[in-house]
């Protein structure tokens, strides 16, 4: 079922990547180039899935899924994190904090389609 797919990335090249398997797989996909665009984005309810870096410029990706969590949008929001942070922690930290799913960079499409299912966007 096609997903409405909101892509938090600073990153152009990383963006296109992933907005061209969307594409091919049906899914609607919209770009938010920081945290503060991610956050007002998600908060409109237009999204199912936010896939979220977490190294932006003007909100950290941790920040905007704490805000999100503290205050939902209209319509639920499954949301994946996106990193290349390997820090010890970090993951568990996402998940304490919100997130529904964690993907490491560089991103392996493969792994976000199954990522995707396990969360129940795909």
Excluded: C
């Amino acid at each position: 079922m096609p997903t409405s797919v909101l892509v938090a990335e600073d990153n152009p090249l990383n963006f296109e990547l992933v907005r061209d398997l969307l594409d091919a797989r049906g899914h609607s996909v919209e770009w938010a180039r920081d945290g503060e665009e991610a956050l007002a984005l998600a908060r409109t309810g237009r999204f199912e899935l936010l896939l979220l870096d977490l190294h932006m410029p003007r909100l950290d990706g941790l920040e905007v899924i704490r805000a999100i969590r503290a205050n939902p949008p209209p319509k639920q929001l499954k949301v994946i994190a996106l990193t290349a942070d390997a820090m010890l922690g970090v993951r568990e930290e996402l998940f304490a904090a919100g997130v529904d799913g964690y993907l490491s960079k560089p991103l392996d499409l493969t792994a976000l389609v199954s990522e995707m299912e396990a969360v129940g966007a795909e």
